[in-house]
């Protein structure tokens, strides 16, 4: 098994020194979903949701969680974001919510679009949570990522 990067020799947790790294173009993608049920989506498709555009508050909302990801997630490196989208996708009973994230750095930006995705889908929930308390969140995943050591990686596409 590889050295684990995250702890030092007597098996502290540290954060790792990207220091010596040289910063390169990375970005990353994940997914979720916030599953409402039909009734739900009805009211979203005919505008009667008691908070207002559910959309535009839960894509802010994704944005700034990706810029504090650091101060949200122990051991994350606080990244310059060069750019962090969210798209909604709507179902009949569910909303796709996908988040992007970009920067030129030494350390990659998965963890901010996970972020970004899992606190666009809990905005929505918030925003709808008078219409529906058994709503879901489900599916956090990443779906691709670019740069680094690691190199590329890209995951299997699945319908929800």
Known sequence: MAELSHLDRGGAIRMVDVGDKQPMRRSATAEAWLV???EVMAAVERGETPKGNIYEAARLAGILAAKRTSELIPLCHQLPLDV??????????????EAEAACRSATGVEMEALTAASVAALTLYDMLKALSKSMEVTGLRLLAKSGGRSGDFRAEREER
Do not use: L, Q, S, W
């Open 36 to 38: 409402t049920g039909n």
């Open 84 to 97: 962090v989208k969210i798209r909604f996708e709507p179902h009949a009973d569910r909303v796709r919510i």
